[in-house]
């Protein structure tokens, strides 16, 4: 999956408190961001409904 990047421009205190946020989960600041915005996307239901794949039916011989 391809990602897009963008630039997000945060003040120093919040900064600081998704960093210490991040490294208490072991995560990155980026990785920290997108799961925040991961997470309130489905607790809204807004996340995208997966795409379901159909099978290619073959001829029988």
Do not use: T
């Not at 920290?32 to 607790?43: D, P, S, T």
């Amino acid at each position: 999956m391809e990602k897009k990047n963008f630039i997000l421009r945060l003040d120093e205190q919040l900064y600081e408190a998704l960093a210490r946020w991040a490294a208490d989960d072991f995560r990155s600041i980026n990785g920290q961001v997108e799961w925040i915005i991961h997470n309130a996307l489905k607790e809204n239901e807004r996340l995208p409904k997966p795409k379901v794949k159909k099978a290619k039916s073959s001829p029988d011989n």
